[in-house]
């Protein structure tokens, strides 16, 4: 059974620039959050998207962007991106009858490099 | 003050060794508690998951919750190289839209040498 998929693996990108990111959740799972993980820190949280509707946005810039398609799987687009914004992107999908904060299964990231 | 407090470490034990990660936290809204493993490159993986104070084990893990302190705590026995990661605790947040985030602590790095 294919976990959460994500991809591109690696990127660099030039400040400025837009970038895509796309996840996709274990079959069944109707549920996709984003986390942004910074070298040294705890993943932060970004958004949550259930049944293709944004169901929950963390503190992050309107210039963090992200949908969900009919077959649930998801995009996170960034604009102007930051030297900041360099991290990695975590996608995690979740089955909607699990308990509250159990059943999250994260992907392996996008490691995203700003220069 | 930081919602989940978390000692980053880095912390090098012997094979064999009993390890105790801890955190705080300041938010009496948390509900679920859970520690999760993170090796090198990968995302994190879910390793305990607990809603009420008291221990639950399960092999070499003990997870601890004390809400009277805000305090978690993991306990790994007999610690194996293969233990060697970073350990993340994190908490589960109903917003106030009714959508759930984890806050996650900074990350423990755990060596454990041969």
């Given at each position: 059974d294919a976990g959460v998929t994500q991809s591109p693996t690696h990127l660099i990108k030039t400040r400025g620039q837009q970038v895509t990111l796309r996840c996709s959740p274990i079959s069944g799972h109707k549920s996709v959050s984003w986390y942004q993980q910074v070298l040294g820190q705890g993943p932060q949280f970004i958004f949550q998207y259930y049944e293709k509707e944004e169901r929950g946005r963390g503190n992050f810039p309107d210039r963090f962007s992200a949908r969900q398609f009919p077959n649930y799987s998801s995009e996170l687009n960034v604009n102007a991106l930051l030297l900041g914004d360099s991290a990695l992107y975590l996608c995690a999908s979740r089955h909607s009858g699990t308990a509250k904060g159990y059943g999250y299964t994260f992907g392996s990231g996008t490691r995203l490099t700003v220069v | 003050q930081k919602e989940v407090e978390q000692d980053p470490g880095p912390l090098s034990v012997p094979e064999?060794?009993?390890?105790?990660?801890n955190c705080t936290y300041s938010n009496s809204a948390f509900q679920y508690f859970m520690w999760y493993r993170q090796y090198s490159r990968k995302g994190p993986e879910l390793l305990m998951y607990t809603y009420s104070s008291g221990n639950k084990e399960d092999g070499r893990f003990t997870a601890q919750v004390d809400k009277s302190s805000k305090y978690i705590s993991l306990f790994i026995r007999d610690s194996q190289p293969s233990d060697?990661?970073?350990?993340?605790?994190?908490?589960?947040?109903?917003?106030?839209?009714?959508?759930?985030k984890l806050v996650f602590g900074k990350g423990t790095k755990l060596t454990v040498n041969p």
């Open positions: - | 064999g060794a009993i390890v105790s990660l060697s990661a970073t350990y993340l605790c994190a908490m589960s947040l109903i917003t106030q839209g009714g959508s759930e």
